[in-house]
């Protein structure tokens, strides 16, 4: 699949493409996110592929491409203070945080993984993380699990808010909802 970059204008007629990375993912580009300053762009690739890269903007270049999970991931979002990624990997019902820069004592990036402790993985099944995000202090990292449960991990610490009564599909607008019902800030990415 390809990675479209767009120059956006306030009159959407008048926005560009201003590049095009062709093959950047075998198959699908199932989520990408942006730096604030548009300089950095990452992606995941859908179950064909299962990779995240990160890309300079500007030239194309690849810094880094890391295998996202068994699964095919179902979000990417950069961090407050964009050091760090946060990647959801669907039906394992796994966040992995990686370094932007790549670098990692196991050398993979790869700095944490945090698992949804869903009513079906605790059945020995997997429950998909539909979404994540980042409070916006950067200190706490958000899931929406399939199973309508909001996960929140503060340190090595996981607090799930009990199921929500809306329908399943996690969209901006509900995270930015959650967001300030439990006081975490109101940046949705």
């Known amino acids: 699949g390809s990675l479209r970059l767009w120059r956006l204008q306030e009159n959407v007629e008048e926005s560009q493409c201003t590049r095009v990375l062709t093959q950047a993912h075998r198959g699908e580009v199932v989520c990408c996110g942006l730096t604030a300053d548009g300089q950095r762009a990452v992606s995941a690739g859908g179950a064909e592929d299962g990779v995240v890269k990160l890309w300079v903007c500007d ?30 990997s669907g039906e394992e ?36 993380v539909c979404a994540c995000s980042w409070s916006e202090d950067g200190r706490r990292v958000l899931a929406a699990g399939e199973d309508r449960a909001v996960y929140v991990w503060s340190g090595e610490t996981e607090n799930k808010v009990p199921a929500s009564s809306q329908p399943l599909g996690v969209s901006t607008a509900f995270l930015r909802q959650f967001r300030a019902q439990y006081n975490l800030g109101d940046r949705t990415t």
């Not at 068994?70 to 760090?84: C, M």
């Not at 992995?96 to 990036?109: F, I, L, M, N, Q």
């Open 93 to 128: 019902g796994l966040v992995k945080v990686w370094k932007r820069d790549g670098s990692s004592d196991a050398g993979d990036g790869c700095v944490r993984v945090l698992a949804a402790a869903t009513t079906a993985r605790r059945s020995g099944g997997a429950a998909a």
């Open 59 to 88: 030239s194309g270049a690849v810094l880094w491409s890391r295998p996202a999970a068994a699964a095919a991931a179902t979000g990417v979002v950069f961090s407050p203070d964009e050091k760090l990624v946060a990647v959801c």
